[in-house]
């Protein structure tokens, strides 16, 4: 790796050194760094609100007339805000799977017939998080269900992972027709990661219970119901299918698949944003993230001895190279704007801008930190 600085007089190199017997001293044009000058052990975690914005907290969610009905036959999109809004913008999807298809909308004609869309996204997320030839979720209490539902966060939003103990979920009873209860009842729920034996490694990377309880006041430990499991490097959470029946008033319709379905992607939306409408703190969907940055820190080290001068046409008189101000000649002073890094082969791959211009000359070095992130 080497530096080339430049200045507000050079874009190139260093100098051209001017016609005469004076000793102007080393001139460079590319200077390499050594090992004294890269430290690349530096690593740091950035939390951040999980939702757009910078919004640590939904507290309206919105579907999309836009998006085709043959994808919600699968999944919705849902958005923070009306999609045809300014700023709006993807910020999870939720589907409902079925090991065997049941509650699928297949069509009466066409392309559709006998697809079974409950069935391919119990397919996509079984490989996608269990390890091979492992046929079903398993939940706490080693309960197993052939149904789930699913919330996947939209990979720009969590970045490396969703964080851990920073998520709240909440959701509304459902009545028999699909529809928000007037019971008003809310189920929230968060990870049992405070609980340092329930990591689980699997295919889908780390995994955690789902438990009933708050973020203030922790997990409500006399509800011992399987709610579901946590994917954090996924940014994926599966609800138990059979715990939302009995807890949640969800009646998932089990049976074969039908040309309308049952349509358990749009319950769960459904129970996701009739809990905000109950309450817009405790129904939020709360979350953060973090990201992982690995940084590499040069120091661009300029001696007294160099780039001091420039190959700008700016600095000399005609075709004779004459520098054009005799105080240049044994007093040269040059100002350093940025620094360019350039690989073995001499290939640009990043330039560093200077708040300011730093004035270089004979008399005075410079010591210029660089950063770079991951």
């Known amino acids: 790796m080497a530096i080339l600085p430049t200045n507000t007089m050079a874009s190139n190199l260093d100098r051209t050194q001017p016609i005469g017997n004076s000793n102007y001293g080393n001139g460079f044009s590319f200077k390499s760094f050594d090992d004294s000058s890269i430290n690349n052990y530096q690593r740091q975690v950035v939390t951040a609100p999980l939702w757009s914005g910078g919004q640590a907290s939904l507290r ?19 958005y923070n805000s009306q999609s045809n809004s300014q700023g709006s913008a993807i910020q999870f999807s939720v589907a409902y799977g079925d090991l065997y298809g049941s509650g699928s909308s297949t069509g009466s004609t066409g392309t559709n017939v006998y697809d079974y869309p409950t069935k391919a996204i119990y397919s996509q997320y079984r490989q996608l998080l269990l390890e091979p030839n492992v046929p079903l979720f398993t939940f706490e209490n080693g309960e197993t269900s052939e149904y789930v539902y699913v919330i996947n966060v939209n990979r720009s939003r969590y970045k490396d ?61 006399a509800d011992t119901t399987p709610w579901g499991l946590f994917y954090p490097d996924n940014g ?10 009995a807890s949640a008033s969800f009646t998932t319709l089990r049976s074969p698949a039908t040309a309308s379905g049952d349509n358990g992607a749009l319950k769960l939306f459904t129970a996701i944003s009739g809990a905000m409408t109950i309450s817009s703190t405790t129904g939020s969907f709360t979350a953060k993230t973090s990201e992982m940055y690995a940084s590499t820190y040069y120091f661009a080290r300029l001696n007294n001895n160099e780039f001091n001068y420039t190959s700008n046409p700016s600095f000399y008189s005609g075709s004779t190279n004459i520098v054009k101000w005799a105080g240049m000649y044994d007093n040269p002073r040059t100002y350093v704007t940025s620094i360019g890094l350039y690989n073995d082969n001499f290939d640009l791959l990043a330039v560093a801008k200077l708040n300011q211009p730093i004035a270089k000359t004979f008399d005075k070095e410079v010591s210029i930190k660089i950063k770079l992130d991951f």
Do not use: C
């Open 236 to 245: 994926i959470i599966v609800l138990n299918g059979k715990a939302l029946d």
């Open 60 to 78: 309206n969610i919105y579907t999309s007339s836009a998006q085709s009905s043959n994808e919600k036959r699968y999944y919705y999109d849902v």
């Open 161 to 221: 992972k969703i964080d851990t103990n920073t998520w709240q979920l909440s959701l509304a009873e459902l009545n028999t027709t699909g529809a928000v209860s007037s019971s008003n009842k809310l189920v929230t729920l968060i990870d049992d990661a405070t609980a340092s034996t329930t990591e689980l490694a699997t295919q889908g990377g780390r995994v955690f219970n789902i438990r009933s309880g708050s973020l203030i006041n922790g997990i409500y430990t």
